[in-house]
């Protein structure tokens, strides 16, 4: 998909980055793939601990309030929700990743069920937003709360 909006395709390239890692990390775990694994935990953690955080807050925060104005908040609840699950998820892998990143191996057992579990609602999320936010955000933001909110984000 093309997106029109400079947030549109900023969360867009950001959804396709995590789709990547998140295929290799799925791809590791299913061929049980250690030393394929181990270097994907840093990324992972980063993903888990900075980056998620930080693309769930601004949509909770800058677009979602925009959407429910605009009388779209039930998809901007749902997207919450799914937020809310996702960072449950989130805090029970992220200090398996830690711990793989600093090169200790955690519980295999635990690990592989909380990053397919991460991996399965994590793809099922961006589908969501790349179809049904992305393309809302091109009708929502005029050019200049583009700029504002494309700025805001690339700040932090």
Do not use: C
Not at 26 to 53: H, S, T
Not at 64 to 82: H, I, K, V
Not at 110 to 123: C, D, F, G, K, S
């Amino acid at each position: 998909m093309s997106f029109n909006s400079q947030v549109a395709r900023t969360l867009d390239d950001e959804h396709r980055a995590h789709l990547a890692l998140l295929g290799r990390v799925e791809g590791a775990l299913a061929r049980r793939d250690d030393a394929a694994l181990a270097p994907l935990a840093a990324p992972l953690v980063r993903q888990l601990e900075e980056e998620v955080e930080r693309h769930f807050g601004f949509e909770e925060q800058q677009l979602f309030p925009r959407m429910a104005e605009a009388g779209d908040d039930a998809l901007a609840a749902m997207l919450t929700e799914e937020h809310e699950s996702m960072r449950a998820v989130a805090a029970e892998l992220a200090p398996l990743a830690r711990a793989l990143a600093a090169g200790a191996w955690p519980d295999r057992a635990a690990l592989q069920r909380l990053a397919l579990e991460w991996v399965e609602r994590m793809v099922a999320h961006i589908q969501k937003e790349t179809m049904a936010l992305l393309p809302l955000l091109d009708d929502l933001l005029d050019e200049d709360s583009d700029r504002e909110l494309s700025f805001a984000y690339s700040a932090g």
